[in-house]
Structure formats: C-alpha cells, structure tokens
C-alpha cells in the first residue's frame, strides 16, 4: 500500500459585520458601549446598575428598534413607566413619567436615546440606583 501525505492549507476570512456580530452575541463590547453612552449625560457609572438594566431588558436590547426609547410617544413613555419604573424601581405612575420627561429633556441633543441609558439615567435621577445593584 502506497501512503500518501495530504497538505491542507487553510484560510480565513474574516467578515467583519459578521465579527462584530458575534462579539456582541458574546456580550463583549457591550457593557463598555453602555457606559461610555451613559457618560455623556453623568460623571460616574455604576456598573452593577448597568448590568441589571441589561438583564432587566434581555432581548429587547437586540431588536433594531426596541433598543431606542422615544420620549415624544406617550405609548413609549407608558410602557417605560409601567415596564422598568414600576417593575424594577417601584415608582408611581407620577413620579416615574415626571422622570423619563426629565431625561428625555436632558438628551434632547441625541436623536437615538438607546434604553439602557435612559433607564440608568431614570434610576439616577429619582435616586433609586441603589435599587438596581
């Protein structure tokens, strides 16, 4: 019998969306995303705080719309105030829509209010981090 060596050679191609993609399936660059976001409206991050708002929302944060919270449509604001306001930081209806209009006020300047930021900023304002971890 004859033996015959075989060389493979094999190459990779990176897609980079694909990449991009995958480490965000991972949670990589997420978190760093999130704070850096969030630092543009407040000194300090608490990254626990982040964390819970990340698992508070889950899947949420992966559809192309549902990770942006809209401040002018009143449904937006109620499902914001009934959702995580209530839920995760158990405020009145008053106190957490007097809130979400706050933040939305102070991120007036950006068109695309990513939810994580306005739910951190939410728990900032109404003092109630503590709440989150």
Request: proline residues 1%; hydrophobic residues 45%; contains cysteine.
């Amino acid at each position: 019998m004859a033996s015959c060596l075989f060389s493979y050679h094999v190459k990779f191609y990176i897609d980079v969306a694909a990449a991009e993609r995958l480490l965000l399936d991972w949670g990589i660059t997420e978190m760093a995303d999130y704070a850096a976001d969030i630092k543009k409206y407040t000194s300090s991050v608490n990254a626990a705080a982040v964390d819970a708002i990340v698992k508070f929302c889950g899947i949420a944060l992966k559809g192309k719309d549902s990770q942006w919270v809209s401040v002018t449509d009143p449904a937006e604001v109620k499902r914001v105030v009934d959702g995580f306001c209530a839920k995760k930081l158990g405020l009145d209806a008053k106190t957490a829509e007097a809130a979400v209009m706050a933040v939305g006020e102070k991120m007036k300047a950006d068109k695309t209010k990513h939810r994580v930021t306005v739910y951190y900023l939410v728990a900032e304002h109404t003092k109630t981090l503590a709440k989150l971890g």
